[in-house]
């Protein structure tokens, strides 16, 4: 591993949130976004010309609401739902989950210490309180699943999700990359968890540059100890950045 990279007016970056902005919290809701966060991201937005974005398995309404009232450009549900840099929205249509979420819930009311997390495309079973029912949870999303084929299991830290297949942190890069001001730029993924890894994968692939966050292999050519190290170089990339440009062209 390498020390981070400096970035520069060429770059896109790309980052996660729980884990990697933020501290994981016991439960979804508990998040603590800390000070001075949504100032750096803005300023980073604005000396990056737009070209940032968070690539996040979080739902859209979850992202603005701890970045209020920052509202930056947003892949969100793993690439499931996009708010583009122009405002305008695009939606994978959503699986039929009522099978999962049925079975989920059950699992839920019978133990104490899980949690699920309804989303718009996808379902999340949470047993970070009760590790111990790790298996029983995968157990039952598997037999729930049976016979779906529009789904996948995604397992992340403590959390499996049933989602749609094929989509991915990659995927969800890789379109924001064919599109400004995101096109013709080198990308940065920072991310913390096995979910973040085909984010990884698409930005080398790009000739970016990828940053794990945290312990763990990984794609990443870069590795920072926690989210507030990635913070800290975050604030020092703000300071080290020019100020921001008007609008510049890019390669389509």
Known sequence: MQL?????????LFLDFDGTLAEIAPLPDAVRVPSGLVHTLASLQSQLGGALAIVTGRREA????????????LASEHGARYRLSDGSRLELPPPDLLPVTIAAQALV??????????????VA?????????????RNVLVSAMA???DVELLEGKCVYEV???GVNKGRAINAFMSQPPFAGRIPVFVGDDVTDEAGFFAVRELGGAAIKVGEGPTHAQYRCLSP????????SVRTAL???????????
Not at 4 to 12: H, S
Not at 109 to 122: Q, W
Not at 228 to 235: K, P, Q, T, V
Not at 242 to 252: F, T, W
């Open 125 to 137: 079973l949470h047993y970070r309180l009760a590790p111990q029912l790790q298996a029983e949870c």
């Open 228 to 235: 507030a190290a990635l913070r800290g170089w975050l604030a």
């Open 109 to 122: 009311d019978r133990n104490t210490g899980l949690v699920i997390e309804r989303k718009n495309a996808s």
């Open 163 to 165: 989602k749609p297949v």
């Open 242 to 252: 020019p100020p921001a440009q008007g609008p510049r062209s890019h390669a389509a």
């Open 62 to 73: 979850d992202i603005d609401g701890f970045l209020s009232p920052l509202r930056l450009t």
């Open 4 to 12: 981070l990279p400096l970035l520069t007016p060429e770059n896109a």
């Open 147 to 149: 016979g779906m084929q």
